[in-house]
């Protein structure tokens, strides 16, 4: 078995056709795949039951109604040094307590996709550190890509915004963890927005929000199971791109569909309230190989910061 929910009819929406359908409400669980389950699904009765997965994942916990991020629990493990499987995908139909970059509120609304998934690559930090920041960004893009009618649509605003005609769509967080200079672990937060528009509040850095399916003729094209099924291909190339050392071509990807290069930006201290002491501002001539924006004119590169764009479009998650 390689799947544990605490719904079993939202576990088969997610994956049609799998030949999961005998459900197993008794069968224990194997190994370190017990202690995540039971995290994430401390009070329901857990059912099992198995389904394909392409490398590298190897087990998935679906929850219907997360009770606090995902993302935490995985990462709060990690930092305890307790055994996490890795190729682990994390899912939420909805849920409470989900956040963005300092941890600013996203609200997980249901119709969209919540996940988080957990790898355990053991490579040198200085090989992978880059590959991982901006693996989720770039296979994000490239699943977008990949949906009649959204080619070529979809930008990443710094730092870690999907974009389609200035609107946010999905947003990402990476935490790493690494020891004698080889990355033992790295959790992966993506959230999506698929079907629904959650209710947020406009801001100078985050002014309107979007769907998938706000962008695409036939809705049918864009299914939550199709999305998934995507992402999942994608993340899993480009995740054997990193592995094998050539992480390069993903921050060249990063760069080339940037939607800030060539943009006048203004850059505020990354913290909540009014748009107060700017930090930066200017034309962004480049981004540097960690991702610092670097202005026209020279000066000191960017390396962090809300950013909001000349024509009011700006950067948080």
């Known amino acids: 078995m390689n799947l544990c929910t605490d719904n079993p009819r939202c576990a088969e929406e997610w994956f049609p056709g799998s030949p999961a359908?005998?459900?197993?409400?008794?069968?224990?669980?194997p190994g370190e795949f017990c202690e995540i389950a039971h995290r994430l699904l401390p009070t329901a009765p857990v059912a099992t039951a198995s389904i394909e997965l392409p490398r590298p994942w190897q087990f998935t916990v679906l929850v219907e109604h997360a009770a606090r991020s995902q993302f935490d629990v995985v990462v709060g493990m990690l930092r305890k040094g307790l055994a996490i499987p890795d190729g682990?995908?994390?899912l939420a139909g909805s849920g409470e307590g989900f956040h963005g970059q300092r941890g600013r509120a996203w609200?997980?609304?249901?119709?969209?996709?919540h996940l988080s998934i957990f790898l355990s690559p053991g490579r040198h930090l200085n090989d992978i550190a880059m590959g991982l920041t901006v693996l989720p960004a770039v296979s994000l893009v490239q699943t977008l890509d990949s949906i009649p009618g959204l080619r070529h649509r979809a930008g990443i605003r710094w730092v870690n915004d999907i974009v389609i005609d200035g609107s946010k769509l999905a947003g990402y967080l990476v935490h790493t963890q690494s020891s004698a200079g080889l990355v033992t672990g790295a959790v992966?937060?993506?959230?999506l927005n698929v079907e629904a528009v959650p209710p947020v509040q406009p801001t100078?850095?985050?002014?309107?929000?979007?769907?998938?399916r706000d962008h695409v003729s036939d809705r049918s094209v864009c299914s939550l199971p199709d999305v998934l099924r995507r992402l999942l291909r994608v993340l899993a190339l480009n995740y054997e791109k990193l592995i094998s050392g050539d992480g390069g071509e993903l921050l060249e990807f990063y760069r080339e569909r940037s939607v800030v290069v060539g943009r006048r930006v203004e850059v505020y201290p990354d913290r909540e309230g009014r748009t107060i002491d700017r930090s930066a501002a200017g034309v962004v001539a480049a981004i540097g190989d960690r991702l610092e924006l670097i202005l026209a004119g020279g000066g000191r590169p960017v390396s962090g910061g809300r950013i909001v764009m000349q024509s009011g479009v700006g950067s948080a998650f």
């Open 88 to 90: 682990l995908l994390c």
């Open 188 to 191: 992966v937060g993506i959230g």
């Open 21 to 29: 359908r005998e459900w197993d409400f008794a069968a224990p669980l």
């Open 107 to 113: 609200a997980a609304v249901r119709g969209n996709l």
């Open 204 to 212: 100078v850095f985050v002014p309107s929000v979007t769907s998938l």
